[in-house]
């Protein structure tokens, strides 16, 4: 089947990456950059669950059209609403429809009606905008699905994703849940918490192993350490935050599941773990806005990164995100190697997440 996938923006490579060197057949065919939104990518797989099994992956679609020759005139949008009417009569269409159908519970299967939304998406210079390439989409969709079908505004059980970057489009019926139910151990937040997906990635940056034991320093609301337990086995997560609050939320995120693991309320610039003790630290400390300052970064960024140097085992990793670009740079300077930077976007801002190794 081939899937049009959803992730972070910014971890496109890094899912291209985490899917071709899974052990599933997935074959990787293109990826894009939407702004502000996601990075997309289309994919061959054998089945939606082999790609799920990353959780990098935000959101799954079943792709029923595409086309490279959309022009940015009014010309282009009516041969997109063309291009929809006759692939909803194809037989991608059904399957997609039958896909979608069945990642629903049996008693939500069988209804006299079906309700269904589009969702648009409209990048690069148009003259159409994107409630014209809405009304189109809904449009065609009310003329061309058979009569029980219902247009309606929100919780469709089917949901027609177009995206239009540029002259390409991309057709896609989804088919995972929504957000909060891919991701639904995030029930209590923090302010300036990670995104799921963005932990996912950092966390398969620290090459996960079976007998880890694993630190995050910062770990707000524990997005990073449940990422960290849903990646496979470990002998010990650790989660530790200056903020007992944040200690509070954490535990309430993790509930009785992901064991073995200890939450502890310590300063990440004195961490009460023995030298070379830990495998692995992935984390996300104050970018400087939220908590803290771009001031108090200068000292705090020093003197955590002294710390995971002293606790970290020799061959340990240490992952961060952050927007100190600068200020991390300069600090990774004689004692780490850098293994990897990705550049994200974190809460609207550009980011980086640095993998580093200890020289
Ligand atoms: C950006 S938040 C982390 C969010 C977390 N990754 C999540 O997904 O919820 C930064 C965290 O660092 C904590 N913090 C700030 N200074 C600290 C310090 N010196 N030691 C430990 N934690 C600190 C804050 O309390 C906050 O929870």
Redesign the pocket.
């Known amino acids: 089947m081939r899937l049009l996938l959803h992730t972070a923006p910014g971890l496109g490579g890094i899912l291209q990456k985490q899917l071709q060197s899974s052990a599933g057949n997935i074959r990787f065919l293109s990826r894009r950059f939407v702004s502000d939104k996601n990075d997309l990518l289309v994919v061959d797989a054998e089945s939606l669950q082999e790609v799920l099994t990353s959780r990098v992956v935000e959101d799954a679609f079943f792709l029923f059209l595409y086309r490279d020759n959309i022009s940015p005139n009014m010309q282009g949008l009516r041969d997109l609403g063309r291009v929809l009417a006759s692939a909803i009569k194809t037989d991608r269409w059904q399957e997609a429809i039958r896909y979608r159908f069945d990642q629903l519970p049996a008693s939500r299967r069988k209804h006299r009606v079906v309700t269904f939304r589009p969702v648009v998406r409209l990048q690069g210079s148009h003259v159409f905008t994107r409630s014209q390439l809405r009304a189109t989409a809904e449009e065609i969709l009310v003329s061309t699905l058979p009569r029980n079908w219902r247009l309606v505004k929100d919780n469709s059980l089917v949901e027609v994703w177009i995206t239009v970057i540029d002259n390409e489009v991309w057709g896609g019926v989804r088919l995972t849940p929504d957000y909060s139910k891919r991701y639904a151990y995030k029930q209590y937040?923090?302010?300036?918490?990670?995104r799921p997906s963005i932990?996912a990635a950092m966390v398969w940056l620290s090459c996960p192993r079976n007998d880890d034991v694993f630190l995050?320093?910062?770990?707000?609301?524990?997005?990073?350490l449940i990422e960290r337990a849903l990646a496979g086995r470990y002998r010990l997560i650790i989660g530790?935050?200056?903020?007992r609050?944040?200690i509070e939320?954490?535990s309430s995120n993790i509930g009785p599941r992901y064991k073995p693991i200890e939450l502890h309320q310590?300063?990440?610039?004195s961490i009460p773990l023995e030298h070379d003790s830990v495998d692995a630290i992935v984390?996300?400390?104050?970018?400087g806005y939220?908590?803290?300052s771009k001031e108090s970064n200068k000292e705090?960024y020093p003197a955590?990164l002294q710390e995971a140097g002293r606790i970290l085992k020799p061959d340990g990793r240490l992952v961060v995100v952050t927007t100190e670009d600068k200020l991390m740079r300069h600090l990774i300077g004689q004692d780490w190697r850098e293994l990897v930077t990705v550049k994200v976007w974190v809460l609207g801002m550009r980011a980086t997440i640095f993998a580093m190794e200890r020289r």
């Open positions: 937040h923090v302010e300036a918490s990670l932990a995050d320093p910062f770990c707000g609301a524990g997005t990073i530790s935050d200056k903020s609050e944040a939320v954490a310590w300063d990440a610039t984390t996300n400390p104050p970018f939220r908590y803290g705090l955590f």
